[in-house]
């Protein structure tokens, strides 16, 4: 079983930075990749970035290129990633979700559903204009 916890959201002003962190533990498996989706009141949910364990090869949506990094720590082992958010905007307002697969979707990670893929409860992000 793999459980993955997000901390870190909060409130902040438009403009402003949020990190947000992830732990991911896989007592019998390897995680593979880990992300991040964002899912804002009556709206789907869209992915955000993602990172490769093996290399820290990243993807990012397109509107959050630039704006957010995902990294993870050096030791590869501990499965944390984190979400460097800056320049954010009301629009970025959204419960965030980490995700951890035990094997990579490359192009295809901004799909939610994936049978190997483990979800946290989500973080909430609240940006103020």
């Known amino acids: 079983q793999v459980e993955v916890a997000e901390s870190g959201g909060g409130s902040v002003e438009a403009g402003g930075s949020l990190r947000l962190s992830c732990a991911a533990s896989?007592?019998?498996?390897?995680?593979?990749?880990m992300g991040w989706f964002r899912q804002a009141p009556g709206k789907e949910r869209e992915g955000v970035a993602y990172?490769?364990?093996?290399?820290?090869?990243?993807?990012?949506a397109d509107s959050m290129r630039g704006r957010f990094t995902i990294s993870q720590a050096q030791d590869k082992a501990k499965n944390t990633a984190s979400l460097q958010m800056n320049s954010l905007k009301p629009e970025d307002a959204a419960v965030y979700f980490c995700l951890a697969d035990l094997v990579c979707r490359d192009r295809s990670w901004d799909t939610p559903d994936w049978a190997l893929r483990y979800w946290g409860q989500g973080t909430q992000v609240t940006v103020s204009s």
């Open positions: 896989a007592p019998a498996s390897r995680i593979a990749c």
């Open positions: 990172i490769k364990v093996v290399n820290d090869y990243t993807y990012y």
